[in-house]
């Protein structure tokens, strides 16, 4: 298997460079695992890695994807493969917070039935009419052990699982224990520190994207990128934009942070009851501790 293992933490835990140091020691590439990253230009909010980062270390899967397109777990798994199969010599690792796209990448695709269109459609007049706040309460209604680990503002994600629920009468969470075509289990070492040491980094992280230029770049993406791109739900984006003063400006980087938080909160939360992962102090030597339990 040209993965030796995958590298898991919340958002802000310090994943990027130890994921370095170990693609370099194995010499291996990176595969990303975010939903949010594999958008062009969406560069600074989603955390994508440096130039510096991709020119130390082969990546994939990261700022490859046009913001106007809509990207499923499953087409996911399908790009995993396509490098797998395209170069099965080389080794490499999977780095990254989005933890259903790890977990059906080993254990394969949810066999739904087809889901009508219209069902899809009904649910999208509601996200325009009403926003993502009415799909999450419902969504909470539908399927409340899927719908804490997702994100409020993550619309197809939402409609993915209200869809599914009200075509099947059967719960996604549900439907995601029946799979097929997984690559089989991986060691997964997920990545910690002590909450408010977390939350103090991830504080400091949206400082510093604003920094480097992250207002910046949302307004040049907003002459480019229709607003109503799947692109613009990452996190802080649509935020920013709105932002019109320097007291909403403020405002809005306090409410990332706050999101940011709970967002990693929810990742915690869904590794800890999904999947079967070592754990990985980040304050006592990880590149250690990986390395002792790799085989």
Same mark, same amino acid.
């Given at each position: 298997?040209?993965?030796?293992?995958?590298?898991?933490?919340?958002?802000?835990?310090?994943?990027?460079?130890?994921?370095?140091?170990?693609? #370099?020691? !194995?010499? @291996?590439?990176?595969?990303?695992?975010?939903?949010? *990253?594999?958008? =062009?230009?969406?560069? %600074? $909010?989603?955390?994508?890695?440096?130039?510096?980062?991709?020119?130390?270390?082969?990546?994939?899967?990261?700022?490859?994807?046009?913001?106007?397109?809509?990207?499923?777990?499953?087409?996911?798994?399908?790009?995993?493969?396509?490098?797998?199969?395209?170069?099965?010599?080389?080794?490499?690792?999977?780095?990254?917070?989005?933890?259903?796209?790890?977990?059906?990448?080993?254990?394969?695709?949810?066999?739904?039935?087809?889901?009508?269109?219209?069902?899809?459609?009904?649910?999208?007049?509601?996200?325009?009419?009403?926003?993502?706040?009415?799909?999450?309460?419902?969504?909470?209604?539908?399927?409340?052990?899927?719908?804490?680990?997702?994100?409020?503002?993550?619309?197809?994600?939402?409609?993915?699982?209200? #869809?599914? !629920?009200? @075509?099947?009468?059967?719960?996604?969470?549900?439907? *995601?224990?029946? =799979?097929?075509?997984? %690559? $089989?289990?991986?060691?997964?070492?997920?990545?910690?520190?002590?909450?408010?040491?977390?939350?103090?980094?991830?504080?400091?992280?949206?400082?510093?994207?604003?920094?480097?230029?992250?207002?910046?770049?949302?307004?040049?993406?907003?002459?480019?990128?229709?607003?109503?791109?799947?692109?613009?739900?990452?996190?802080?984006?649509?935020?920013?934009?709105?932002?019109?003063?320097?007291?909403?400006?403020?405002?809005?980087?306090?409410?990332?942070?706050?999101?940011?938080?709970?967002?990693?909160?929810?990742?915690?939360?869904?590794?800890?009851?999904?999947?079967?992962?070592?754990?990985?102090?980040?304050?006592?030597?990880?590149?250690?501790?990986?390395?002792?339990?790799?085989?």
């Amino acid at each position: 298997m040209p993965i030796l293992f995958a590298l898991a933490g919340a958002t802000g835990i310090g994943k990027s460079e130890l994921s370095l140091l170990l693609a #370099e020691h !194995y010499s @291996a590439e990176i595969i990303g695992v975010d939903s949010r *990253q594999v958008y =062009r230009g969406f560069t %600074i $909010g989603t955390a994508q890695p440096s130039a510096s980062d991709m020119a130390r270390v082969r990546h994939h899967l990261v700022d490859f994807l046009e913001p106007e397109r809509k990207y499923s777990v499953g087409e996911f798994c399908r790009d995993v493969k396509s490098i797998l199969q395209g170069n099965p010599e080389r080794n490499y690792i999977l780095v990254g917070g989005t933890g259903l796209y790890m977990q059906t990448l080993m254990l394969g695709l949810p066999q739904i039935p087809a889901v009508p269109k219209s069902a899809r459609e009904e649910l999208e007049k509601i996200a325009q009419a009403e926003g993502a706040g009415s799909l999450y309460k419902m969504a909470l209604d539908a399927d409340p052990e899927l719908v804490r680990s997702v994100e409020p503002n993550n619309v197809q994600r939402l409609i993915r699982i209200l #869809e599914v !629920y009200r @075509a099947t009468g059967r719960k996604l969470s549900d439907w *995601q224990k029946e =799979r097929e075509g997984g %690559i $089989g289990k991986l060691p997964v070492f997920w990545l910690q520190r002590e909450r408010d040491v977390l939350y103090k980094r991830i504080d400091s992280r949206v400082d510093k994207m604003i920094k480097d230029g992250w207002v910046e770049e949302v307004r040049e993406l907003s002459k480019t990128v229709p607003l109503d791109a799947p692109a613009w739900q990452s996190l802080g984006y649509r935020e920013l934009l709105a932002a019109q003063t320097d007291a909403e400006m403020a405002q809005v980087v306090e409410d990332v942070k706050k999101k940011t938080r709970n967002y990693a909160k929810r990742q915690l939360t869904w590794f800890r009851g999904q999947m079967d992962c070592v754990p990985v102090d980040m304050e006592n030597n990880p590149f250690r501790i990986v390395l002792d339990n790799v085989v």
